[in-house]
């Protein structure tokens, strides 16, 4: 989905914005916003979207998401808290001998939303603008505090490049269960207001399991509100996935018992 970025302006007439998502793209060493180099990373990132105009404000950059609401742009010196944690809750964890990125600094974009802006329209542009900043500035990783997930430069690229959902990026995948009975949940559906899900699955269906996790993820992001206890979601080459409603530590979730399809 592309999103017009505009220039920043204050309108009397205009609500109040609501909460705050927040990116952080990882950076070897502190270094000066190019707001010339974000706006053509912009245009590459989103090459069909309206021109990105960018005000700077006090060391800091601040664009308008057309829609959605006002971004902060600034940079801060250090390592991310957390960071190894929020790598193990991405894809590329789970995938790759990838270790997190190291890194010295970090640019930090805070997006306020507007008070009727769906949360998953204001994380697909965060998103977006993540992914254009950590082209401008040579990133070398990006992390989103909705799902506490952080990617490194390459999957974040190849989620774009092959067109995936962006839910890909700042949605967290979280590995529990036992040795044969894996459970996959998500981290970051909840603050949707959703439910977070949980996709229990055997050990050696896991590799089809993660696809069908993401998916599933797309899925409701697109429905935009829970799917009821008992439905059933279709699937062409297998039984139907059957939701169930629960509860994991006071998190209310939506379970699926996982079933690879057949083999052809």
């Known amino acids: 989905m592309a999103l017009a970025l505009v220039v920043a302006m204050t309108l009397a007439a205009a609500p109040p914005p609501v909460a705050s998502e927040e990116a952080s793209v990882l950076i070897a060493e502190a270094v000066a916003l190019d707001a010339t180099k974000i706006a053509k990373a912009w245009r590459e990132v989103a090459a069909d979207a309206a021109p990105l105009a960018i005000e700077a404000r006090d060391g800091r950059l601040v664009v308008t998401v057309a829609g959605v609401g006002e971004a902060v742009v600034r940079v801060e010196a250090g390592r991310l808290e957390g960071a190894a944690a929020a790598f ?24 306020t939303k507007g008070p009727k802006v769906a949360r998953s329209a204001a994380m697909e542009a965060l998103a977006r603008l993540g992914l254009g900043v950590m082209r401008a500035v040579d990133g070398v990783g990006v992390h989103f505090a909705a799902g506490q997930v952080l990617h490194p430069k390459g999957f974040a690229a190849g989620v774009l490049r092959d067109r995936l959902p962006l839910s890909w990026l700042w949605v967290g ?7 044969d009975a894996l459970r996959l949940m998500s981290r970051g559906l909840g603050e949707s207001g959703l439910r977070e899900l949980v996709l229990e ?3 050696q269906d896991i590799g089809f399991a993660i696809q069908s996790f993401y998916e599933l993820v797309a899925l409701v992001l697109a429905r935009g509100s829970d799917y009821p ?22 998190v209310g979730v939506w379970r699926i018992a996982f079933s690879a399809p057949p083999p052809k």
């Open 201 to 203: 699955v055997k050990r």
């Open 88 to 111: 193990s809750r991405g894809l590329s964890a789970l995938i790759s001998d990838e270790a997190a990125p190291a890194h010295g600094a970090r640019v930090v974009i805070a997006l």
């Open 173 to 179: 995948i979280e590995l529990g269960g036992t040795k």
């Open 229 to 250: 206890d008992g439905h059933e979601l279709a699937r062409e080459d297998a039984p139907a996935f059957v939701v169930r409603h629960g509860d994991e530590g006071g």
